[in-house]
């Protein structure tokens, strides 16, 4: 009994921890462009990943959740993902979800309607080289991934979302900044 007390204190102590950031052999790394692909959706939608231009205002990059109805630990995912979704908005999720579509179709309905949810054989799960699930990677609008890591809870995806983000903002501002520095040149 005591020997349980302590971990209790040592979990209480460490606190939530951010996305497990698990370096495998293979996939995109951070900093590297992902495989220029279009995911389809459930219903038939193509969501591409590399999308500059489209992206609605406001939109800095998609968190890829690759998940499985199946699997015990993923079993917190579509709270996760429903609570995040309704809170970054400026952020669109995509479920990639480890089975066929007809089989994924009750799970589908456990996320909100603007999260994307896509049938994976296998094959991206594998062009991603990613061992354990749940799993996530967010991509900024032009392709490249920001961060990655499982995600064994609610604050290891958020994490992962606020560093995706806080590197999609910098190079935002950045970019304005250098813009205004050119046009401030030209004007003078």
Do not use: W
Request: proline letters at 5%; a negative charge; hydrophobic letters at 40%.
């Amino acid at each position: 009994m005591a020997l349980l007390r302590q971990m209790g204190v040592l979990l209480l102590r460490m606190g939530p921890r951010g996305a497990l950031n698990v370096t495998v052999a293979g996939g995109p790394v951070i900093g590297e462009k992902v495989p220029d692909a279009a995911l389809v959706t459930l219903d038939g939608r193509i969501v591409p990943l590399i999308l500059e231009e489209e992206l609605p205002s406001g939109i800095y990059g998609t968190t890829l959740v690759f998940t499985s109805p199946t699997c015990g630990s993923c079993s917190m995912i579509p709270a996760a993902v429903s609570s995040l979704a309704s809170s970054y908005r400026d952020v669109r999720f995509c479920v990639l979800a480890r089975g066929a579509a007809e089989g994924l179709s009750g799970y589908s309905r456990l996320f909100p309607t603007g999260v994307c949810i896509i049938p994976d054989d296998g094959t991206l799960i594998t062009e991603y080289s990613i061992t354990d699930l749940p799993y996530a990677v967010f991509v900024d609008s032009q392709g490249v991934v920001r961060h990655k890591g499982i995600v064994n809870n609610r604050e290891h995806l958020e994490d992962l979302i606020i560093k995706g983000l806080a590197v999609c903002r910098h190079r935002r501002d950045r970019q304005a900044a250098e813009a205004q520095a050119v046009g401030t040149a030209e004007g003078a």
